[in-house]
């Protein structure tokens, strides 16, 4: 029998522990004084802890990848884990805060029905849990099995759903033309220092003095920008041309962001062009290379070295988008955040449309109607759609309005499968007069829009690049739809106050 540490390997307790709810007397219930007790009762703690925390429990074993099954310490609790992301992001926490109100916070006593000597954490762990999700490609398991369970406990209605999609930031500075140049030229500067000093030493010193350091080349006046922009753009061609053989350097992480940039913001042309008089790299002799006109560089080009994914619309700014979907049945008792998927600013939402059913029918969660607005419409859109039965309720794009001057019949009972008759079809159903009072209901997701941004912290996220910032938004949606989920059975407890104090 193989043995470790001396012992046999049946003997060895398990590493991935389930969490232990205790019985009253040793938990929160028993210790503390009636007075105190009703109070976390009537809040949001009392049907967290009957409701939720039950749910948190169940789902406990979805999550043993996590951990290994024979080695390292054993695993504190997955459902404390899980409801202390829920409740950070449900009141917009920071990682000190979420820890200083469960350590401190009766409600959270009360909450996770567990010993209080057992009920604290350490910011690593946290950490921890949130890398291990992502490593293990499990980001979307907490709002994918947490929000189905939270669906059949509330009985919600999945066949009517909305959607929509909102900009989001993540935690970066938002730059210039000429301050995403020169950063990224910083940024790897600064690796290629940390590698090989002598290599950092043969820059240029003039291009080092530019773009090294702190140097405040970016921060030019109006007047100076379209210079420096040109001197910016010959630099990042030197640092190129002296590297691109060394085999180390291009293999550091900002090298990659280097050539991108330049892919993205310059041209190379035939003759090399020397630096004007005044130019700051007039020592630094002349380069066969120009910056490109603004209107041609992409709108998915790199807006900082710090978050590569964010990118750029034009109407919208710079960021990500959020594709959200939610259910909006008139039986249900609350609706529930269905889909939530990060994409890229500059796509277009008319590209999500797709995706978005396909994803929400992996989840088991798919509609037989999809209310939304014009951006997501269009004939080949909803010819998709109806291929995977679900039918499309939007108005057409501009170019395919309904003819005011003409008669258009019923629309037929499910939209046809080919994009033709679809397109045919969707101006039947925009012009056939109950259209308004169908449609009126996709407004709600602009009110959810705002509720996960607002209330949740979801607008300016503290976190940066793509993996952490899915993570962010998938906790986000969860929480809003766990706190729908308190709210409405507090309503059902008959208490008013804690529904109002969960917004």
């Known amino acids: 029998m193989r043995m470790l540490s001396g012992v046999p390997d049946w003997l060895r307790p398990p590493m991935f522990r389930r969490t232990q709810v205790y019985a009253p007397g040793y938990d929160a219930e028993g210790l503390l004084p009636r007075v105190q007790a009703e109070q976390c009762e ?21 999550f043993t990848d996590l951990y290994d099954a024979k080695t390292g310490r054993p695993n504190r609790s997955v459902a404390l884990l899980l409801g202390v992301h829920i409740l950070k992001d449900m009141h917009d926490l920071t990682d000190e805060e979420v820890l200083e109100d469960l350590t401190f916070d009766l409600r959270w006593w009360w909450a996770f029905q567990m010993d209080p000597r057992e009920l604290h954490l350490c910011q690593k762990t946290l950490h921890n849990f949130r890398v ?25 209605k999945v066949d009517r759903q909305r959607h929509d999609s909102t900009q989001i930031l993540s935690n970066f500075a938002a730059l210039t033309r000429l301050g995403v140049i020169c950063e990224t030229m910083r940024v790897f500067l600064a690796e290629l220092e940390t590698l090989d000093a002598r290599l950092y ?54 090298w990659k962001l280097l050539v991108r940039l330049f892919e993205e913001q310059c041209v190379v042309k035939p ?37 590569p994914e964010v990118t750029y619309s034009g109407h919208k700014g ?39 059913v396909e994803a929400l029918a992996e989840a088991g969660l798919k509609p037989k109607e999809l ?10 859109n909803a010819a998709e759609l109806a291929k995977r039965d679900v039918d499309l309720l939007a108005p057409m794009p501009a170019a395919g309005k309904p003819d005011p001057k003409k008669v258009y019949p019923p ?9 033709e008759g679809a397109g045919e079809w969707l101006r039947c159903q925009e012009a056939h007069p109950s259209f308004g009072k169908r449609y009126s209901i996709r407004a709600g997701i602009e009110a959810t829009n705002s509720e996960v941004k607002r209330a949740h ?27 729908r989920a308190l709210k409405w059975w507090l309503q059902c407890m008959g208490s008013a106050e804690g529904a109002v104090a969960l917004g």
């Open 201 to 254: 030493e043969d820059v240029p010193p003039g291009l080092r003095a530019r773009h090294g350091g702190t140097a405040p080349y970016q921060d030019a006046r109006r007047k100076e920008g379209p210079r420096r922009l040109a001197v910016a753009a010959r630099d990042v061609w030197r640092l190129i041309d002296r590297f691109q053989g060394n085999s180390a350097v291009t293999s550091l992480p900002a």
């Open 42 to 62: 009537k809040s949001w703690a009392g049907p967290f802890r009957r409701q939720a925390l039950p749910i948190l429990i169940e789902v406990e074993d979805q």
């Open 132 to 156: 291990n999700l992502m490593a293990q490609a499990k980001s979307k398991l907490p709002f994918q099995t947490v929000t189905d369970r939270l669906i059949q406990a509330l009985g919600v």
């Open 411 to 419: 629309p037929a009972e499910h939209c046809p499968k080919d994009s």
């Open 318 to 356: 710079k960021g990500y988008s959020v594709q959200i979907s939610e259910t909006c049945g008139e039986e249900n008792p609350v609706e529930m955040i269905t889909g939530v998927e990060v994409t890229p600013a500059c796509e277009n939402d008319a590209k999500a449309t797709v995706g978005v």
């Open 271 to 307: 003759d090399a062009k020397g630096p004007e008089d005044g130019d700051a790299d007039r020592e630094d002799g002349p380069v066969p290379v120009e910056l490109k006109e603004a209107k041609k560089v992409q709108s998915s080009s790199m807006q900082t070295p710090h978050d």
């Open 371 to 380: 209310v939304a607005d014009t951006s997501f419409s269009g004939a080949e």
């Open 457 to 483: 912290g979801m607008r300016k996220l503290r976190v940066r690049g793509g993996e952490r910032v899915r993570l962010a938004v998938y906790f986000k949606a969860l929480a809003c739809n766990v706190k």
